[in-house]
């Protein structure tokens, strides 16, 4: 595997900024690649305090040798038999660590905050009690799936920025900066759905038809009814990556895009949210491109937000990035 190399690398470089330093070792080998016997372009720093055990090739050179026996679902194995050699605990074996065993659900994820079926649905609730759903309401294929997932991996731009006012002194050679604030990074996540099947079909519609509604706000006469008039669009939990990727992160839809081509095949979907059986034609390919935007409270960054909690990556989970 390409990627045995880098992990070994990672592994090491790990080690050094944690338990050595940065400090650099002039030897007659150079760079640590070429003491592990790495090719050309994959060293990196060698610490001066590295033990003598470690600066033999003889055990890096079987575990590069022996690539076949590490796949990418078994990763554990690359990094005991790492920590064999180098004398440092590998990271599952570190307390506290998560079990890279256990299956987890990292798939970008899209969806309101809890999971009632108002949003779904379309319904509402009048005089105490709420009116019961549609048999095959729009939404029915992203509710079952637990909200918007991403059918393949996207690519995701992200950009934050910190704000400063830069003040201008007569005859001064140099400008005064002083920070004013910080914005959380602006998600433009894109990728592609296809329909190869009936329920993938069904499901790109329910996409379509999930966009229009997270950018609508309550109005009108029967909004006036069931008392939600004024309700702005609902705020949304973006996940994604794990416990320090994108950890139920609560955004608002702020700008959606997709592509109905000229040139792919439209297949018929049928559905019976009205009662009775109605078709529409999806496309069998579509680019999508939605912007989020992190929204969060005042109370929750007053009460929850701690940037030194934030550094130890504790903060993740409060829904911080």
């Known amino acids: 595997m390409a990627s045995t190399d880098q992990n070994i690398k990672n592994v090491f470089n790990q080690y050094i900024r ?26 990196g720093i060698l610490p001066r305090t590295m033990p003598d055990h470690v600066r033999t090739t003889t055990g890096y050179t079987n575990i590069l040798s022996d690539k076949a026996r590490y796949q990418q679902s078994d990763l554990s194995q690359l990094a005991s038999d790492t920590a064999a050699v180098t004398g440092f605990p590998s990271i599952e074996s570190s307390e506290g660590a998560a079990d890279l065993s256990t299956p987890t659900d990292w798939r970008a994820r899209l969806r309101p905050k809890g999971r009632g079926t108002s949003f779904w649905s379309g319904t509402t609730v009048a005089n105490g009690e709420a009116e019961q759903p549609e048999l095959d309401y729009l939404l029915r294929p992203l509710f079952e799936s637990g909200g918007l997932v991403w059918q393949y991996t996207p690519n995701i731009f992200v950009s934050g920025r910190a704000t400063y006012d830069t003040q201008v002194f007569a005859g001064a050679n140099y400008p005064y900066v002083t920070f004013n604030h910080s914005e959380p990074p602006q998600l433009v996540v894109v990728a592609d759905f296809t329909a190869n099947t009936v329920e993938e079909a069904r499901y790109l519609l329910g996409i379509f038809h999930f966009l229009r509604v997270a950018t609508k706000a309550f109005f009108g006469d029967s909004a006036v009814i069931n008392e939600m008039y004024g309700t702005p669009p609902p705020v949304m939990l973006f996940e994604y990556m794990g416990d320090h990727g994108f950890n139920k992160v609560p955004v608002v839809v702020t700008d959606y895009q997709y592509q109905l081509g000229d040139d792919i095949d439209y297949v018929p979907v049928k559905t019976a949210s009205g009662g009775q059986t109605e078709t529409t034609y999806v496309p069998t390919l579509s680019n999508i491109s939605i912007t989020l935007q992190p929204s969060y409270t005042p109370h929750k960054l007053r009460k929850r937000f701690d940037l030194n909690k934030f550094t130890s990556g504790k903060g993740y989970k409060d829904g911080f990035i």
């Open 18 to 43: 944690d338990k050595l330093g940065t400090k650099t070792i002039n030897t007659s080998t150079g760079s640590w690649g070429s003491v592990l016997g790495l090719p050309t372009g994959q060293g």
